[in-house]
């Protein structure tokens, strides 16, 4: 997705955690133009978790017929986009040329690199009737060696991605290793991305990492004495023996990996050098970014803070 504005940081209530859980996130909703998101990461307190420096959860949106996602081409530099959806369906298209409907289960790993362009709508047989989206958008940061690598786009069907069940709790180890499982999805960096359904009274040992957060999608955990409400985002400390606890029907994001240094974010672009990122907005401006074919009319501009 593309942000509207320059601030990309979101307002956030956050609590100061203590043990092994270093703070508690609790988004607020934010709009994108027909449907809102509640974003985590970045926030004033917290940047990044491991490589990840963007976590949004949008929906689930509820769209009549004859409407539907609609986000006209737009840019990006040095990170890579990672969609996953609950439901529903979107359509990507890029300026490499991809075309890709990205649906349940699948993920969708867009590498940025020196620059790429892309869309995401919907079909028109999905928008001829009422339909919902649900889902997660997440941005991760690329190494500094790799930030300026060629553009690229990969899909991995939800077939692909390596599902276990753990102690009774389902989980699919969507990139990165993790319980003894690796996933094929292309990484930069180390990183971590689980998913864990858990019932009620359920318990998980959270995976080892550098950097490790947990998103509650549905349900709400608790950790020790601490709860974890729906929709809240904990950051943990470096600690081992943390064990999450399903007090409801729960769905799980686990995210996490190495930590990469400082990064800079304006609107939809991160780079570790400002002056990258001056150069995409020019770039943007002047028209320097490749078109998306198929869908080369209309383009998001770049906010008018950024001029």
């Not at 180390?190 to 999608?217: M, N």
Request: charged share 20%.
């Amino acid at each position: 997705m593309s942000n509207r504005t320059t601030q990309v940081e979101q307002d956030c209530a956050v609590q100061q955690g203590c043990g092994a859980i270093e703070l508690i996130i609790e988004p607020r909703d934010k709009d994108l133009g027909g449907f809102s998101v509640r974003r985590t990461l970045p926030t004033a307190q917290r940047k990044m978790v491991g490589p990840w420096i963007f976590f949004d959860h949008m929906g689930p949106a509820e769209f009549p017929a004859g409407q539907g996602i609609n986000v006209r081409p737009h840019p990006h530099v040095n990170i890579a986009t990672v969609t996953y959806l609950f439901e529903g369906e979107i359509l990507h298209r890029d300026s490499l040329g991809s075309v890709q409907a990205i649906r349940p289960g699948d993920i969708n790993l867009m590498v940025a690199g020196s620059g790429i362009a892309h869309s995401e709508r919907e079909r028109p047989e999905v928008t001829a009737v009422a339909h919902r989206v649900h889902g997660l958008q997440l941005w991760l940061a690329l190494p500094e060696r790799d930030e300026e690598t060629d553009a690229a786009f990969h899909h991995y069907p939800a077939a692909d991605i390596p599902a276990l069940t753990v102690d009774g709790v389902a989980l699919r180890v969507m990139m990165g290793s993790a319980f003894g499982v690796a996933s094929p999805v292309k990484v930069f960096a180390d990183t971590l991305y689980v998913e864990a359904q858990l019932h009620a009274g359920q318990r998980i040992a959270l995976p080892s990492a550098d950097e490790r957060a947990v998103y509650v999608a549905q349900g709400n955990l608790k950790v020790g004495d601490t709860a974890i409400s729906e929709h809240a985002m904990a950051v943990f400390a470096d600690v081992a023996g943390v064990v999450l606890e399903a007090t409801s029907e729960s769905r799980i994001a686990i995210i996490g990996g190495q930590h990469l240094g400082q990064r800079f974010i304006e609107w939809n672009f991160v780079s570790s050098r400002k002056e990258r990122i001056e150069q995409a907005k020019r770039d943007w401006q002047e028209g320097r970014f490749a078109k998306v074919p198929g869908d080369e009319i209309e383009f998001i501009p770049l906010p008018e803070e950024n001029v």
